[in-house]
């Protein structure tokens, strides 16, 4: 691992002997098509996880009792498949060591890396406002548009869950729809509410990978993405999924912030989502 700078994530002081939860950088946008600065995002995150209180009075839970890491991050030396292969090396090693792992990006192609240390084990729950279902991208089959397809070939299509849904090639939905893929639009949930959701997350049986492309959220909120998409959801809705699916998650990742496109409004949310799923995961309330 190599971190720029000495840059922690708030209240992530613990050892990684004695840590819950594990928190790593990957700076890598690569293959990002519309707006590049993802890689910087990790260390925007960081410093944005300094405007909270520890203590989240939702949950009766203050984060600098629990036992968080930052181990820094992925060294931006590496050329791709190295810097991928390390991301999986990264990921496995969190979960042979039982803790939770929390990975920064970075674009979203770097989920089915992480993912892959565990993805034998796991359900994938991603929100985004693109199925990213295409089986290869200027060229690239490990692209930021082609990363559910790279998981549903790994788990099966039973094992993934889209939300907030909005965009994608006519041939991505065609692909959902043939192989039974459960997604749900954004268009759906700002008009049905969230139940629908809810009904599904509550099917999962076993272990959950979460993957929050904060594009998932509309522009209003999150502006400061890669690919921003109008229509999205709120960030209450993706607050109310992490308290449904935190409980029962063994990694997550938040992705895709580009922290140059607004005053740092996208990496004070994305921090806060980071905090929100430790402190739910950390807590004995049922909401």
């Not at 707006?35 to 909270?52: M, V």
């Not at 992925?74 to 990975?103: C, P, Q």
């Amino acid at each position: 691992m190599n971190a720029l700078n000495n840059l922690i994530f708030a209240d992530a002081t613990a050892l990684f002997e004695k840590a819950k939860f594990v928190i790593f950088g990957a700076p890598y946008d690569g293959t990002s098509c519309f707006r590049t600065g993802s890689r910087w995002a990790p260390n925007a995150i960081r410093e944005a996880s300094y405007n909270f209180e520890s203590f989240i009075a939702a949950y009766g839970v203050d984060l600098a009792e629990v036992p968080i890491c930052d181990i820094g991050d992925i060294n931006t030396g590496l050329d791709r498949e190295a810097f991928f292969r390390e991301v999986e090396e990264t990921g496995a090693k969190i979960a042979r060591d039982k803790k939770v792992s929390i990975m920064l990006g970075g674009e979203h192609s770097l989920t089915y890396p992480c993912f892959g240390g565990h993805r034998k084990k796991l359900k994938f729950v991603v929100l985004d406002a693109h199925l990213d279902l295409r089986n290869e991208y200027m060229g690239a089959k490990h692209s930021h548009a082609c990363v559910s397809r790279r998981v549903v070939e790994s788990v099966g299509n039973e094992n993934i869950i889209l939300i907030g849904i909005r965009s994608g090639a006519k041939e991505e939905y065609e692909f959902a729809e043939e192989n039974g893929i459960l997604y749900y639009s954004a268009d759906r949930i700002n008009s049905e509410g969230l139940d629908g959701v809810m009904r599904a997350l509550s099917g999962i049986r076993g272990d959950v990978y979460l993957s929050i492309d904060m594009d998932a959220m509309d522009p209003a909120y999150a502006p400061a993405v890669s690919t921003p998409e109008p229509f999205g959801i709120s960030p209450s809705h993706v607050r109310e999924i992490i308290q449904k699916v935190a409980p029962r998650a063994v990694a997550m990742d938040v992705l895709e912030i580009v922290p140059q496109y607004d005053s740092g409004n996208t990496a004070i949310l994305g921090a806060k989502l980071v905090r929100e799923f430790i402190a739910v995961a950390c807590s004995d309330k049922k909401l």
